[in-house]
């Protein structure tokens, strides 16, 4: 195409020349300009500059032909200026153009249909090259694409097989160390490839040969620390039983089995309450297992084994894994049985001497209330001064040998307590009126507020009045007068709840619990408050006999609230 565009051309520039050196012969001819024979010769050599290059570049059929024709007829008709010009010279113009259309107007005629045909031929070849182009171009493409589609299959199909060849060690390796990681030691790679997979294979397997050793060595000494433990909890004498979240028994020693009758074997994996049927215990471990506590204490049971009664301080303890979550639970029944018979001797012995110390208090208290009425006489001032401090200190010693009658009688058997079902309005009122007339001495308020319908309760009344009384007492004790005591009375789940609230001196925070122990008095010496430091404990006592719950609410300088809850009997 880019020959046949070059003879197009070149017949072109040699079409220009021809026409130029005519044009400059009809100038000649027809007007008076005189001819250019510079001119002239220039288009001769361009139309041959032009000549020569076509005809090294024959390319197509009949095209040398044309081209001998143009050089055969060219070489006439360049001779044409001189003789032209001597013509009209000579013979005029009429002669000139006659001589002209004879002789060269032919040759002009035919050197240019030559130089037309030639550029047709080229013409039609550059068409037809164009197609071929054309066609092969769509066909080359065709081919590209169905090569292109065959080298996607192929490259997809090399890439799958290099890619599985590649991975398959790897997946083996990652296979075998999530295999590892749930637990399993036996999980050797048999990669035997020399690369860095084949490394990274040997480097593992060495690597779990040792987690193997390491993981059996642990296991051995983790079993002889698990069995040493299981030992020392098997030989404790005191019952010890461990249970799961579930309640579940997981262990217990033999004392257990001893104590509750059962066997470890048949226990194991059962609820609590399928091999212990005390809902007490359970109770307890259920508020120990709920509360924020990690160890959870004193709830003294009573067991009767072989016709002995044994008492137990059931103590929980929780037990956390290394994210403080609860696993489970060792309860541990402390024998206290020793220490209750003790303490029985110690509470009888107790009773009896203060007993014994009635009869001589109540006589000296006759007697110096006979002396003092003045029926033995009269007595000088000293001697009356001395009298009061003996009837005083006489009268404290009575009052705490009254309360150390009534702890030593609330804590021996229940078998000394006489429950009957009472309403506890009648209770209630019946301790307010004993305090009328003191409560109006010291100008104190006292506002009873009990809900309707309270249920009846099963109490000893006298003692559970004692309770009350002893409340209402140190309320009146620790407030100033012109105060308030609020007794309130309702029922909280399943519990009559009594509260009995002053707006008196309060207690210090960290006396609060402490109250309740034997002989705790506070430093309250700006109100003239006697007393032996026992009521509470006495009502403690008391309370809990009644299988209730006592505890106080307090601000120092903003009042106490004594609460005790008794249950509620179908
Ligand atoms: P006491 O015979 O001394 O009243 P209690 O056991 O009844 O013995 O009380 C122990 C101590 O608790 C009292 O000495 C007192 O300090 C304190 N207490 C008891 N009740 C109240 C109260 N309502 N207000 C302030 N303090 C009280």
């Keep these: 195409m880019v020959d046949n565009y070059k003879s197009i051309n070149a017949s072109r520039q040699m079409l220009e020349a021809l026409e130029e050196q005519n044009s400059i012969l009809f100038d000649y001819m027809y007007s008076n300009n005189l001819p250019s024979a510079e001119a002239f010769n ?7 500059k032009w000549f020569n290059i076509e005809e090294n570049n024959i390319t197509e059929k009949g095209e040398q032909q044309y081209v001998a024709l143009i050089k055969y007829n060219y070489v006439k008709y360049q001779t044409s200026l001189p003789i032209i010009q001597k013509i009209r010279d000579t013979s005029g113009i009429p002669s000139s153009i006659r001589y002209y259309n ?46 292109s589609v065959i080298a996607i299959f192929s ?58 050793l390491f993981e059996k060595s642990t296991k051995g000494k983790l079993l002889q620390e698990k069995n040493k433990s299981l030992a020392i909890v098997k030989s404790i004498s005191d019952p010890i039983i461990v249970l799961d979240t579930n309640f579940k028994v997981v262990l217990l020693n033999s004392a257990c089995e001893y104590f509750f009758n059962i066997k470890e074997i048949d226990a194991l994996n059962k609820h609590f309450l399928e091999i212990i049927r005390i809902g007490d215990i359970f109770d307890h471990i259920v508020s120990a297992y709920n509360s924020s506590a990690d160890k959870y204490m004193t709830k003294i049971i009573s ?37 209750k018979k003790l303490e029985k001797v110690k509470t009888e012995f107790v009773y009896m001497i203060s007993h014994e110390f009635k009869t001589p208090l109540t006589s000296i208290m006759m007697g110096t209330s006979l002396i003092k009425n003045k029926s033995l006489g009269e007595l000088n001032e000293k001697q009356l001064e001395l009298v009061d401090t003996i009837e005083d200190d006489t009268e404290r010693l009575s009052a705490l040998v009254t309360d150390i009658i009534q702890l030593s009688k ?14 506890i309005y009648s209770i209630i009122e019946a301790c307010v009126r004993t305090f009328y007339e003191q409560a109006l001495s010291k100008d104190i308020n006292i506002l009873v507020t009990l809900d309707d319908n309270l249920p009846l309760v099963l109490v000893d009344t006298e003692k559970l009045s ?69 009521g509470l404990s006495i009502a403690r006592e008391i309370v809990e006999t009644h299988r209730g719950k006592i505890w106080c609410e307090s601000t120092e300088g903003n009042g106490s609230c004594f609460i005790f809850t008794l249950p509620i009997q179908d």
């Design 42 to 48: 220039k288009k001769t050599s361009l139309f041959y």
């Design 102 to 147: 004879q002789n060269y107007n032919n040759y002009y005629i035919s050197i240019r249909s030559y130089l037309k045909n030639i550029s047709t031929i080229n013409e039609t070849a550059m068409f037809k090259n164009k197609s071929n182009v054309t066609n092969s171009a769509t066909n080359s493409m065709y081919v590209l694409i169905l090569l």
């Design 155 to 212: 490259g997809f199909i090399i890439a799958s097989f290099f890619t599985d060849k590649f991975l398959r060690p790897l997946y083996t390796l990652k296979n075998n160390m999530m295999a590892v990681k749930e637990g399993y030691m036996h999980q050797e790679v048999s990669i035997n490839s020399s690369d860095e997979i084949g490394a990274l294979s040997i480097e593992f397997n060495q690597m779990i040969s040792r987690l193997d």
């Design 303 to 339: 067991l009767t084994v072989d016709g002995k009664d044994f008492y137990f301080d059931t103590i929980v303890t929780k037990v956390r894994d290394e994210v403080m979550n609860i696993t489970g639970m060792i309860i541990l029944f402390q024998n206290i049985t020793k220490l």
């Design 410 to 423: 609330a804590e021996s058997e229940n078998d000394m307590f006489y429950f009957e079902k009472v309403s």
């Design 466 to 534: 004692w309770v009350i009384n002893n409340l209402i007492s140190n309320s009146l004790k620790y407030t100033k007068p012109g105060g308030c005591i609020t007794i309130i009375g309702n029922v909280m789940q399943n519990n009559l709840r009594i509260a009995v609230k002053d707006d008196g001196i309060g207690i210090p925070k960290e006396f609060i619990d402490k109250v309740f122990d034997k002989f705790v008095r506070l430093d309250n010496d700006i109100y003239d408050a006697t007393g032996s430091g026992l």
